[in-house]
């Protein structure tokens, strides 16, 4: 079973930052794809950036420039930088990780959620 565990939201002004966190744990031989979610109240999940094994990052639209993903592989972490946070990027924000557990089974693994508030 592969375990996430995320952390880093709350909430922040207009124009402010956040940077979230999601480790990963448990039975992994191996990580592909770590990406982020989110999603809004009255709304479906939508992806916000992902990031594969090699490095290569995939953004929404309205969180480039703003957004920055990053990974650590040996750790089994994968962390989102928002800066210039705007009211429209509240939601719950969720982790997902995608590899191979230790039985070679593929997996595809949400995080809790993390709830991040952008108001004044």
């Known amino acids: 079973q592969v375990h996430l565990v995320e952390s880093g939201g709350g909430l922040v002004q207009p124009g402010g930052s956040l940077r979230l966190s999601c480790a990963a744990s448990?039975?992994?031989?191996?990580?592909?794809?770590m990406g982020w979610h989110r999603q809004a109240p009255g709304k479906q999940r939508e992806l916000v950036a992902d990031?594969?094994?090699?490095?290569?990052?995939n953004y929404a639209d309205s969180v480039k420039g703003r957004f920055t993903i990053a990974r650590d592989s040996a750790k089994k972490m994968v962390y989102l930088q928002m800066n210039s946070l705007k009211p429209e990027d509240t939601a719950v924000y969720y982790c997902?990780?995608?590899?191979?557990?230790?039985?070679?089974?593929?997996?595809?693994?949400w995080g809790q959620g993390t709830q991040v508030t952008v108001s004044s």
């Open positions: 997902n990780v995608k590899g191979l557990a230790s039985g070679r089974e593929p997996f595809s693994s």
């Open positions: 448990g039975r992994i031989f191996s990580i592909n794809g």
């Open positions: 990031i594969s094994s090699r490095g290569s990052t």
